[in-house]
């Protein structure tokens, strides 16, 4: 990706952030109120879920490389709405990808345009999130010097290793839902009031 000024990637991270919290809400609802999938038109779910016409294959390497890779991109509407019902703690799963997502777009952004090494506590907070989802939920600290890592009265160390990052429904967690909502909030703010970013590797 191009390198763009601090107070252009800044403005960037506040479209995306704001994009984030949009949907959200909605996503939410869906997931704590579901609809009756099942009833959705398969025509609809074609429509919705359309490709891109595939160019002839001429057998270069390519071709043949992406011919094992094909997939069918239908989904099991009933099957899906069936588990979210059939077990209590799916909503809580599935809150847990939506919500995880959505920091995970927001981490990923920081990391590429070099926010993250950042020592502002929430941004390092941030980091171990990011890392805490991509490790199943968990989280990974390595030993040794941690810069602060705060966020709202919750703070990230090395005795949370190893610990759930979100609660599964049985086992409690260090972060609620509302928390990394919160997060993102602040987030927003805090990038309106900063003029630039100072982009450094000292974050340790």
Known sequence: MSKMSGEQASQL???LIEEQLQILPVAIAMIWQ???ACGVEANLVASVLRRKNKLPKTGSGGNIAASYAEVNPALDFRASH???HADPLQKTRYLRVVIGNALLAVGAFFK???MA???TPEVQFLGHVYTAILNKNTFDIAPGYLPVATFDGL???GKLNGSLLFGDGVTEG???FGDALA???WFSRFLRGEKKFVSGGDAG
């Open 82 to 84: 069936q588990a979210l």
């Open 13 to 15: 991270a506040i479209d």
């Open 183 to 185: 997060l993102l909030h």
């Open 155 to 157: 703070v990230i160390d």
């Open 174 to 176: 260090f972060m609620e």
């Open 117 to 119: 090494a950042m020592r």
């Open 112 to 114: 590429e345009h070099d």
């Open 34 to 36: 579901p609809i009756d």
